[in-house]
């Protein structure tokens, strides 16, 4: 496995490699790698034949100081999970390499990002996109691997590459989660025991939405209203919703495809999770 360091370096690189005939896939994170990111290597994998893994603490997507500060920084063993996955190449650029002094050029998406994480976290989408566009920029890939759980970051990315015409295949892969149902999350590791009990009701409240579902109710104030009765004793609620799938918008009657989206927080630490209704 190489390790590149600056964007010219990946940019070299990714270009050789595709002069090659190799198919490029890039997997971009924030580090603190888990088992959810093991899955997001092995779909890039089935995609592609070789495999740039981004580590990169995004500074500009945190609207909140702390939760930056706080954000688990776990290189060692990140670059032993990409060893061990088979990845080709990591990516780990320095924040003053990324974002040097003279920095001063934002990518904003409109629309998707006004609301649920856009509305509660200011200039979060704002950092996301700016960094996705220096990552797919730097590394060129065919195809580029981002995991369900953040659905409404994947839209936004995907409407990011079609609207400035980056040649990507974007591909969102299935949410993984622990065997009592909660989504994997590099966040999950600051959760104290009681809190970690209570995290698990936010996965029970969508599948109990999914369940009404497919046993035949489409009212989507009732789906909604079920997923957050499971989970309001237990967590400080941000949003629960149902949307589109492409246009994010509210839906009255939920449809296949339709997704419930959640937020919320528990002692300060802030969750995000997803389910897409299937028949």
């Avoid at 089935?46 to 920084?73: C, G, K, M, W």
Wanted: proline share 3%; aromatic share 6%.
């Amino acid at each position: 496995m190489r390790i590149v360091e600056t964007a010219r370096e990946l940019s070299d690189l990714s270009h050789s490699k595709k002069q090659g005939g190799l198919k490029v896939a890039l997997v971009p994170t924030m580090g603190a790698l888990h088992e959810g990111h093991r899955s997001l290597i092995h779909v890039a994998q089935q995609h592609a034949d070789f495999v740039i893994v981004s580590i990169f603490v995004n500074r500009l997507q945190f609207n909140n100081e702390e939760d930056f500060e706080t954000y688990p920084v776990t290189l060692d063993d990140d670059i032993a999970i990409c060893r061990s996955s088979g990845v080709s190449a990591l990516y780990m650029p320095s924040s003053k390499s990324m974002y040097p002094d003279s920095f001063g050029t934002s990518v904003e998406v409109s629309g998707l990002t006004a609301r649920f994480e856009g509305a509660s976290r200011a200039g979060h989408f704002s950092g996301v996109t700016t960094v996705v566009t220096k990552l797919l920029t730097a590394s060129a890939p065919d195809i580029a691997v981002f995991g369900q759980k953040d659905f409404q970051q994947f839209a936004v990315l995907r409407k990011l590459v079609n609207d400035l015409d980056i040649p990507v295949e974007m591909v969102m892969a299935p949410t993984i989660r622990e065997e009592d149902g909660l989504a994997l999350s590099s966040r999950n590791v600051r959760l104290n025991k009681d809190s970690r009990r209570r995290a698990v009701s936010i996965s029970q409240g969508l599948f109990h939405s999914l369940t009404l579902f497919q046993s035949g109710v489409r009212d989507t104030q009732e789906l909604n209203e079920a997923a957050r009765k499971s989970c309001a004793d237990e967590i400080a609620i941000d949003y629960v919703q149902i949307v589109d799938a492409q246009t994010l918008e509210n839906v009255s009657e939920a449809h296949v495809g339709d997704v419930l989206l959640f937020a919320g927080t528990i002692d300060g630490i802030r969750l995000i999770d997803n389910i897409i209704f299937t028949a």
